[in-house]
């Protein structure tokens, strides 16, 4: 009688992409409108991204144990990662298989003037 009322949990089934093989992921950065470059770096090395620049438009991404400094507007990498991990928890891939993640920093992104509203 007590086995009838037991709730059964179904165990997760874990994506290929979790745990320690992240380390397969990489997020390349395309930037040919800053000093730094493109960069190309593990996104399980990632550990911090914090704004930085006039009105808080860039970015500062902490990759491991360095910094990048690039042409990087923070809102559209935050919405570019949600989106792409979204896509990584899709993933049918197997597990181990490197898969390369890019971000490309437009002229628009670099360029950029932020209007902040009119104060009252």
């Known amino acids: 009688m007590k086995e009838e009322n037991e709730m059964k949990f179904k165990e997760p089934e874990h994506h290929p992409y979790h745990g ?3 380390r397969n992921i990489f997020i390349k ?5 800053s000093p ?3 960069l190309l770096f593990r996104l399980d090395h ?7 620049g006039e009105q808080a438009y860039f970015s500062v991404l902490y990759i491991k144990n360095d910094t990048y400094e690039g042409n990087v507007p923070y809102d559209a990498f935050m919405h570019f990662l949600k ?3 979204d896509r990584i928890a899709a993933m049918p891939l197997e597990p181990g298989k490197p898969v390369i993640i890019t ?3 437009t002229k628009e992104m670099a360029t950029s003037k932020i209007r902040l509203p009119p104060e009252d």
């Open 20 to 22: 320690d093989d992240l």
């Open 29 to 33: 950065i395309e930037d040919k409108y």
């Open 36 to 38: 730094c470059g493109d």
């Open 46 to 52: 990632l550990t911090a991204v914090k704004r930085t």
């Open 83 to 85: 989106m792409k991990f």
């Open 103 to 105: 971000f490309t920093v």
